[in-house]
């Protein structure tokens, strides 16, 4: 790694959205914690927290100019192990039935797995799509409901069961893109975007 690159490096960490999100990761085991230790007035709070933490980092990304490669990874990432950390203890604690936690568990583990495969022949990063955007916040909001009970409770499996359902429309448009890029990779090679004509025949005697 060179200077330059050390140097950028260095910078995005210290940037607040990136922070942030770091924070983030680095606090949800005491989430867990919480939620298996029963405290659940806390667990509520400190969900509720790291929620608008998630908000706060890509709205100041965005208006102070100081989006990163790092932030663009970092950010999902850890909202994905704080929904997944959330939802595994909240069910070892009755607070989320295994019906509706374990079809989310398994979404994120299988395009997890997916996503690292194709990385290695080149997918890149998986685009941040709206609906999936979209089922995060139903989950955020959901899940801090159902930590803290009753009558909470019934608007967040409602927020939970519409947030399920959003987060598998954005599976299949993930499943879209990478049926796509298999095939892009399957096609002979192309000029300009144009199939490459076919060899010519040898002349008939």
Same mark, same amino acid.
């Given at each position: 790694?060179?200077?330059?690159?050390?140097?950028?490096?260095?910078?995005?960490?210290?940037?607040? %959205?990136?922070?942030?999100?770091?924070?983030?990761?680095?606090?949800? %085991?005491?989430?867990?914690?919480?939620?298996? $230790?029963?405290?659940?007035?806390?667990?509520?709070?400190?969900?509720?927290?790291? !929620?608008?933490?998630?908000?706060?980092?890509? +709205?100041?990304?965005?208006?102070?100019?100081? *989006?990163?490669?790092?932030?663009?990874?970092?950010?999902?990432?850890?909202?994905?192990?704080?929904?997944? /950390?959330?939802? /595994? $203890?909240?069910?070892?604690?009755?607070?989320?039935?295994?019906?509706?936690?374990?079809? *989310?568990?398994?979404?994120?583990?299988?395009?997890?797995?997916?996503?690292?495969?194709?990385?290695?022949?080149?997918?890149? &990063? %998986? &685009?941040?799509?709206? *609906?999936? &955007?979209?089922? /995060?916040?139903?989950?955020?909001?959901?899940?801090?409901?159902?930590?803290? !009970?009753?009558?909470?409770?019934?608007?967040?499996?409602?927020?939970?069961?519409?947030?399920?359902?959003? +987060?598998?429309?954005?599976?299949?448009? +993930?499943?879209?893109?990478?049926?796509?890029?298999?095939?892009?990779?399957?096609?002979?090679?192309?000029?300009?975007?144009?199939?490459?004509?076919?060899?010519?025949?040898?002349? *008939?005697?």
């Amino acid at each position: 790694m060179d200077a330059d690159t050390g140097s950028r490096a260095g910078s995005e960490w210290r940037t607040v %959205p990136n922070l942030l999100s770091f924070g983030r990761l680095a606090v949800t %085991p005491v989430l867990g914690w919480l939620i298996l $230790t029963g405290h659940t007035n806390y667990a509520g709070g400190l969900f509720g927290l790291m !929620g608008i933490s998630d908000y706060l980092d890509g +709205y100041i990304a965005r208006r102070t100019n100081t *989006v990163t490669d790092l932030g663009t990874t970092l950010d999902p990432i850890s909202d994905r192990v704080l929904a997944m /950390t959330a939802i /595994t $203890t909240m069910m070892m604690a009755d607070l989320l039935p295994l019906w509706m936690g374990i079809p *989310v568990l398994l979404r994120d583990a299988v395009l997890s797995v997916v996503f690292l495969a194709l990385s290695r022949r080149g997918f890149g &990063k %998986p &685009k941040v799509l709206r *609906v999936g &955007k979209t089922a /995060t916040f139903a989950l955020f909001f959901a899940l801090p409901a159902l930590i803290l !009970g009753d009558p909470l409770r019934t608007p967040g499996l409602i927020l939970f069961g519409i947030g399920g359902v959003l +987060y598998y429309v954005a599976a299949i448009r +993930y499943a879209q893109e990478m049926r796509h890029f298999l095939a892009d990779q399957r096609r002979p090679f192309t000029d300009h975007g144009h199939d490459a004509p076919a060899p010519e025949e040898p002349p *008939v005697d």
